[in-house]
């Protein structure tokens, strides 16, 4: 249970830091951070309006309303009926505001027509603002995506005695989502499975091709357990590994365990890139390495903080993000190490464990 209270007090306090009259949240993960609510993805508008001085609206869909908890107390519900124009009312809670943060995420159609209500108040993305309250997590939102790495960790450490050749990628992406659903997740929403050349494209789309003997696999997989997510990549090789597989993993592990070794509060995100990377490209593999070395992730697989090259974000304790290299070789194969790991008082956690080694299998 989140502390509603709290987290817009937050808000209310990043808002006027930013000068901020109103703050409007609609789909994604912004909302459900401060409320508790999570908005349908629909042609129904719901949002959320919170102001500076005072009064926090909920507007929604009144056959969603039913899904509100308010029993917070922190603010109001207004459902809108089916005939009802849901621009309106917001238009409405917006009187007298001048500047206004709105979620990242708002369907344009919604923004445009808030933008028409009244031409001389001023929009801005509250990508920023809310970043700012996400980016640091709390202990017992750590100690959710420790519980989700764990469940992804006890999958890894169960494919190594499955059959994986003569099965296609598919076939083996739906049991991975499958074991990651039965192993705690509510939700298993991605899972690459890219087998010997397929492994050079990052973000493969498992297909119709049929593992063999001496292919390198890429696993990258998770989802959602507890509402917090999971995200993590490991590589298993069918019988012999291809040609010059072994040397380059070899710099892989180790570009992956300095740049988790340099995490620590006060390091920038853009150096832990840099130690990931110049070890990649030192051994001969820089022009194979072609994105950056990680991604925030909380209630979303991809937020604050990324890991990016020239990146000054300066790590704090609360902070996770994921650590994963890689390099790809077009036409032949593809390596990828991901952990998640969050920053703590003096160091790094690493939240997933299972081992590193590439897996061989059957
Ligand atoms: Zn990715
Ligand atoms: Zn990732
Ligand atoms: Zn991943």
Redesign the pocket.
């Known amino acids: 249970m989140i502390d509603v209270d709290d987290r817009l007090a937050r808000a209310r306090r990043a808002m006027s830091d930013a000068d901020m009259s109103a703050l409007c949240l609609s789909v994604g993960s912004d909302l459900p951070y401060l409320t508790g609510y999570r908005a349908m993805d629909t042609e129904r508008l719901t949002m959320f309006v919170l102001r500076t001085d005072g009064r926090a609206t909920m507007v929604v869909p009144e056959l969603e309303a039913p899904r509100v908890d308010t029993s917070s107390g922190s603010f109001e519900i207004r459902p809108w009926a089916e005939l009802e124009d849901p621009v309106r009312i917001v238009d409405d809670l917006l009187r007298g505001v001048d500047r206004v943060a709105i979620g990242d995420q708002t369907w344009s159609r919604f923004a445009l027509a808030l933008q028409d209500c009244d031409a001389a108040r001023r929009w801005v993305p509250a990508g920023e603002l809310m970043a700012g309250l996400r980016i640091v997590k709390s202990d017992a939102e750590i100690d959710a995506l420790r519980g989700a790495a764990a469940t992804v960790d006890g999958v890894v450490d169960d494919l190594v005695g499955i059959r994986w050749s003569g099965r296609s990628e598919i076939d083996l992406s739906r049991e991975l989502k499958d074991r990651t659903l039965g192993g705690g997740h509510q939700t298993a929403e991605f899972a690459i499975v890219a087998s010997g050349p397929n492994g050079a494209s ?2 493969h789309e498992p297909g119709r091709r049929i593992v063999e003997p001496g292919d390198a696999i890429v696993l ?1 997989f998770g989802g959602h357990q507890d509402g917090y997510a999971s ?1 993590t990549t490991r590589m298993f090789v069918v019988g012999t590994p291809p040609d010059g597989f072994d040397e380059a993993f070899a710099v892989l592990r180790s570009a992956q365990e300095a740049a988790t070794a340099a995490v620590r509060p006060g390091v920038t995100a853009g150096a832990i890139d840099a130690t990931a990377r110049s070890i990649i490209a030192d051994a001969g593999y820089g022009e194979y390495f072609i ?1 950056r070395t990680g ?1 925030g992730i909380g209630m979303d697989v ?1 937020e604050h903080p990324y890991i990016v090259s020239g990146s000054q974000q300066e790590l704090e304790p609360g902070m996770a993000f994921s650590i ?1 290299p890689g390099i790809y070789k077009p036409g032949e194969w593809g390596m990828r190490i991901e952990d998640i790991v969050a920053v703590t008082d003096d160091g790094v956690e690493s939240l997933n464990r299972s081992d590193r080694a590439y897996r061989i299998v059957t």
């Open positions: 990052p973000h990258d995200d994105h991604h991809h994963e």
